[in-house]
């Protein structure tokens, strides 16, 4: 399974937009790259995934360029309730996904 | 909505004991996962299940096993509860293949005296 780095965390304010990169540099044909977002006290959920290119969704957008060795994650105009962790995944499917330590976002009134 | 229910959500248990941890979804899912997740670790796999009596281990499967009689039903066991097996339980299921999207209940945290 293709190995993930992520920042540890990353501040931001209200309104502005945060985007989170995820490096996976031995990245899979068959891999896709998929992100989950955690808040205290509750399981993850799944925000968006992606195989190339861009997609976006009402939560956030996923530009992944044509190497595929990396993904930003870009949430628009966050706000409070934005604070939370973000995992990057990668993989073929969802069997042995581990989720590692993500990127706890804070975002500041 | 698929719903993902973890029986407990807070259990206190002495070392030693064996411990059930619980966990149903109601969307007749293929597979089920157990995960524990610890601070600056994040989430780690225990094992998962792909089908009814099927199981194949995760990351950390050492001092656990887990039980699936039923599609619906996924069981983590504790055979004998140590100190360090104290953390949050996460259960998750999700409907198999290449972007099977994994829907997670809400926890049960675990703690070992």
């Known amino acids: 399974l293709a190995k993930t780095t992520q920042p540890i965390s990353m501040d931001s304010y209200e309104g502005q937009e945060v985007n989170i990169t995820c490096s996976h540099n031995?990245?899979?044909?068959?891999?896709?790259i998929t992100w989950y977002q955690q808040f205290p006290s509750q399981g993850p959920r799944f925000i968006i995934q992606?195989?190339?290119t861009k997609v976006t969704n009402e939560v956030a957008s996923l530009f992944i360029p044509a190497d595929r060795k990396s993904s930003t994650l870009s949430l628009p105009r966050v706000s409070l309730s934005d604070t939370a962790v973000y995992y990057c995944?990668?993989?073929?499917?969802?069997?042995?996904?581990?989720f590692g330590a993500g990127t706890t976002v804070t975002v500041r009134a | 909505d698929v719903k993902v229910t973890q029986s407990s959500r807070y259990l206190v248990k002495r070392t030693g004991e064996k411990v059930f941890l619980e966990c149903v979804q109601d969307?007749?899912?293929?597979?089920m996962f157990w995960y524990r997740q610890d601070p600056g670790l994040g989430l780690r796999l225990i094992y998962f299940?792909?089908?009814?009596?099927?199981?194949e281990k995760g990351d950390i499967p050492e001092g656990y096993s887990v039980s699936r009689e039923k599609k619906e039903r996924f069981s983590l066991i504790l055979e004998s509860a140590s100190t360090n097996q104290t953390s949050m339980y996460l259960c998750?299921?999700?409907?198999?293949?290449?972007?099977?999207?994994?829907?997670f209940g809400e926890g049960s945290r675990l703690t070992v005296l």
């Open positions: 998750a299921s999700s409907l198999g293949g290449y972007t099977g999207e994994l829907f």
């Open positions: 031995n990245i899979a044909t068959n891999d896709y």
């Open positions: 992606g195989y190339k």
């Open positions: 995944l990668v993989g073929p499917n969802d069997y042995k996904l581990s």
């Open positions: 969307m007749d899912h293929e597979n």
């Open positions: 299940s792909y089908d009814v009596k099927m199981k």
